[in-house]
């Protein structure tokens, strides 16, 4: 089995924000891999130039980078170009998945349910723009920087006396800021594994954090946290929101695997799409590696899986083809 995938870079580290993560989800997938008997080999592009990344002459490589330059199809660009196959979305995939308002978009243009915004522009966007933002999202709502993920960018705005702050916080992040509607509920996601018409969802996540509070803290290094897998949901309920997020995998054109993150609206059970990560978290508090667990197949197992996935043909064939 490990013979057919040959030398493979395991790509971790990079020059985002999410770099740590990044570190520690890519140390965990090498050594699953390694585990394997595979010929896994680590490389940080942030220390390595790409001529150095094409000398290695790899197979093929498992990104396990997250945020700008490995998870926004910069990178996939540069490896389609070197002809190294790799996980994950494609290039148009990547880069519309990275982005949380084109991500919104696009889903909206497929009829999928998402909560109503209003994009800031963080260099323009007046006093006058921002105190209208509460009138009309309501309060609290939450802003956004939409290219950062890991909770990095982000603040819930409770008053409208919050409002300069917070648009403050994310604008140091960002050229936009997304201003979201709040959708007060339970909070959800669910992995995607595959493409098209055989993308599969595993079961789904529950995240039940400190007060509500799913920041970087709580989300890496807390075990305050509390992770319901499978969700306590009805079988209606739950068949409907992992067909949503397979909708929502095919409608931005991802492929490999991907996780789909869900707010469940309090007052009537209503899924709400918030965001997709194409190239997520493989840390020991991850939410992929939970949800695979539960399907009984294990961290390493699970590595192999994605890592078979790499594939530059199905990039080329499916990528912005959406089901």
Same mark, same amino acid.
């Given at each position: 089995?490990? =013979?057919?995938?040959?030398? !493979?870079?395991?790509?971790?580290?990079?020059? =985002?924000?999410?770099?740590?993560?990044?570190?520690?989800?890519?140390? /965990?997938? %090498?050594?699953?891999?390694?585990?394997?008997?595979?010929?896994? #080999?680590?490389?940080?592009?942030?220390?390595?130039?790409?001529?150095?990344?094409?000398?290695?002459?790899?197979?093929?490589?498992?990104?396990?980078?997250?945020?700008?330059?490995?998870?926004?199809?910069?990178?996939?660009? @540069?490896?389609?170009?070197?002809?190294?196959?790799?996980?994950? =979305?494609?290039?148009?995939?990547?880069?519309?998945?990275?982005?949380?308002?084109?991500?919104?978009?696009?889903?909206? =243009?497929?009829?999928?349910?998402? *909560?109503?915004?209003?994009?800031?522009?963080?260099?323009?966007?007046?006093?006058?723009?921002?105190?209208?933002?509460?009138?009309?999202?309501?309060?609290?709502?939450?802003?956004?920087?939409? #290219?950062? /993920?890991?909770?990095?960018?982000?603040?819930?705005?409770?008053?409208?006396?919050?409002?300069?702050? /917070?648009?403050?916080?994310?604008?140091?992040?960002?050229?936009?800021?997304?201003?979201?509607?709040?959708?007060? /509920?339970?909070?959800?996601? !669910? *992995?995607? %594994?595959?493409?098209?018409? $055989?993308? +599969?969802?595993?079961?789904?996540?529950?995240?039940?954090?400190?007060?509500? $509070?799913?920041?970087?803290?709580?989300?890496?290094?807390?075990?305050?946290?509390? &992770?319901?897998?499978?969700? *306590?949901?009805?079988?209606?309920?739950?068949?409907?929101?992992?067909?949503?997020?397979?909708? @929502?995998?095919?409608?931005?054109?991802?492929?490999?695997?991907?996780? !789909?993150?869900?707010?469940? +609206?309090?007052?009537? $059970?209503?899924? &709400?799409?918030?965001?997709?990560?194409?190239?997520?978290?493989?840390?020991? #508090?991850?939410? !992929?590696?939970?949800? @695979?667990?539960? @399907?009984?197949?294990? &961290?390493?197992?699970?590595?192999?899986?994605?890592?078979?996935?790499?594939? %530059?043909?199905? #990039?080329?064939?499916?990528?912005?083809?959406?089901?």
């Amino acid at each position: 089995m490990t =013979s057919e995938f040959g030398k !493979v870079g395991v790509l971790f580290g990079g020059r =985002s924000a999410e770099r740590e993560v990044s570190l520690m989800s890519g140390g /965990g997938v %090498l050594a699953a891999l390694q585990s394997k008997g595979i010929d896994a #080999h680590g490389f940080d592009p942030a220390q390595r130039s790409l001529a150095e990344l094409a000398a290695e002459k790899f197979d093929r490589v498992f990104i396990a980078l997250h945020g700008r330059y490995g998870e926004d199809g910069t990178l996939q660009g @540069a490896l389609e170009q070197l002809g190294i196959p790799y996980t994950g =979305s494609g290039v148009m995939g990547s880069s519309i998945g990275m982005d949380k308002v084109m991500s919104k978009r696009i889903w909206l =243009s497929h009829g999928l349910p998402t *909560p109503r915004f209003i994009v800031l522009d963080s260099k323009t966007a007046s006093v006058e723009e921002l105190r209208k933002v509460p009138d009309e999202l309501g309060l609290p709502l939450m802003l956004k920087a939409p #290219h950062e /993920g890991s909770t990095i960018g982000i603040s819930k705005v409770t008053s409208a006396a919050d409002m300069q702050g /917070g648009f403050e916080l994310c604008a140091k992040y960002d050229e936009v800021v997304l201003a979201e509607e709040f959708i007060a /509920g339970r909070e959800l996601t !669910v *992995p995607v %594994l595959g493409a098209g018409r $055989n993308a +599969r969802a595993l079961p789904i996540v529950e995240i039940r954090a400190p007060q509500g $509070n799913y920041d970087y803290q709580n989300k890496y290094f807390s075990d305050d946290t509390q &992770y319901l897998c499978p969700a *306590p949901l009805d079988d209606a309920l739950t068949q409907k929101i992992q067909t949503l997020a397979v909708r @929502a995998f095919n409608a931005i054109g991802c492929t490999g695997w991907a996780r !789909v993150d869900f707010m469940l +609206r309090a007052t009537d $059970n209503a899924p &709400y799409l918030l965001e997709i990560n194409t190239s997520p978290g493989m840390t020991g #508090h991850s939410l !992929v590696p939970m949800s @695979a667990k539960a @399907a009984g197949v294990s &961290y390493e197992d699970l590595c192999v899986e994605i890592l078979r996935s790499a594939d %530059l043909d199905l #990039h080329s064939s499916k990528d912005w083809k959406p089901v």
